[in-house]
């Protein structure tokens, strides 16, 4: 039988949220490939770190090219990426850390794992609702250009589904400015991360 070990944190989560000045929480940006998501949680860094608050960032691109990049794109693959990053994200918000993570999270089971895993009260999830013809038109690495053509398999949007959500916590518009979309959601998470100046 699996034991389940955790460590226990001589200085906990409450006592670096304290030393910290904000809440630790996870800010988890989803939508399609194209969207918009790195580039509005690039410009939502920038305001945290302004505000002196504590981050890490947590990229879809760079977990597939190291943590996860033994992981392809079916559905049991994308289930254990979502599985790792939960986890790592548990960590880190254990020590103090306001989370940015961009991942497309297409279906709902994902999104259900990640909420079981970190608890949903510490995930704030903003949706980056960005039109697949927006995104086909962007394709800002050219990998849609290569999904239609049949030579990416699994591509979410083109032949692998991406059900909208209906849980989330802020809805954005992909393709209005990034800055812009990071001042909206930063005034919500004044609420949520309680930042004492």
Known sequence: MKKNYRFNYNIDKKLKNLN???????????????????????????LLFSNKIATTV???????AGLNSDLGFEFKDR???????????????????????????PLEEYRKLANKILNRKNICWVFVDTSIKDCISRDPKGL???????????????????????????KIDGTTDPKSNAE??????????????
């Open 184 to 197: 909206s959601i930063i005034k919500l998470l004044d609420k949520i991360i309680k930042h004492e100046k």
């Open 20 to 46: 910290f000045g904000h809440n630790s929480k996870v800010i988890w940006f989803f939508g399609l490939s194209g969207s918009g998501k790195s580039t509005i949680s690039n410009e939502l860094e920038k």
């Open 144 to 170: 849609y250009k290569l999904a239609l053509k049949g030579k990416i398999k699994n591509f979410t949007g083109i032949d692998q589904d991406y059900e909208i959500p209906e849980d989330y916590d802020i």
């Open 79 to 105: 289930l254990e990426n979502i599985r790792r990053v939960s986890e790592l994200s548990k960590i880190l918000i254990n020590n103090g850390q306001v989370v940015l993570c961009s991942l497309i999270t």
């Open 58 to 64: 947590i990229d879809g691109d760079d977990l597939r």
